[in-house]
């Protein structure tokens, strides 16, 4: 983000910045640090920023129970049909109009969404929007780019090294073995981190990369309109 970019002068103009990324991939941890740090530091960049996670619109396991086979939607979930994407589209649309709005977060441990835990008002000026599906090149997830100024998609080189964070993730949130994680990263978060990557999510549709084995950004010079 260019501070002195003229294009973001606008009074009342807010930016929203997307990062997508495979599970593990550290879409997490990036957003929520862009954010502190543009916030810590708003005697020098004279902005505010709101960290708003895709998370929040996981499906209830109530919602996921009246499936018509909701057994799959358990074993499943963290796939695309499992989020409430409507929903998702519509929060986001109404923000980007309007200026303000609730966004709901994710608890881990119950395995429940908590709604209205972010708010945005009109004195924020960058929303980092951050999910998994966030630039997934299938309806309806493909209309949330048409609402971002700027999108990034972190690379990953490595396979392991998302299985790792993944399974530690799932042994401190769930309490579960190694054994019973590496199970649900197998038969779920690996299959949808590789939908991720192959159906265009960020080599086709993002304006810059991050490339986590060298940590550099680099602009995707063959973006898809």
Known sequence: YNNNNNNNNNNNKQIFVGIAGSP????????????????????????TCLYVPMDGYHYYKKELEKFENS???????????TFNSKKCIHDLKHAKSNCIG?????????GDPIENEYEL???????????????????????IIKLLECSFYIQYNDEYIIINRMCNRH????????????????NSDI???RLIDEVGNGSEKCDYYIDT??????????KLS
């Open 191 to 193: 299959i949808n981190a």
């Open 71 to 81: 057994i799959n939607a358990f074993n499943k979930r963290g796939a695309p049909f």
């Open 213 to 222: 084995s060298t940590g550099s950004v680099v602009e995707n010079t063959s």
């Open 102 to 110: 609730f966004f709901p977060s994710f608890d881990h441990t119950n």
């Open 24 to 47: 593990g991939s550290g879409k997490t941890t990036l957003a929520n640090n862009i954010c502190k740090y543009i916030n810590n530091n708003n005697n020098i960049y004279h902005k």
């Open 121 to 143: 008002n009109n004195s924020i000026d960058i929303v980092i929007i951050e999910g998994n599906y966030l630039l997934l090149n299938l309806e309806p997830w493909n209309e």
């Open 171 to 186: 042994i401190s949130a769930w309490n579960v073995t190694k054994e019973e994680a590496m199970c649900r990263i197998m």
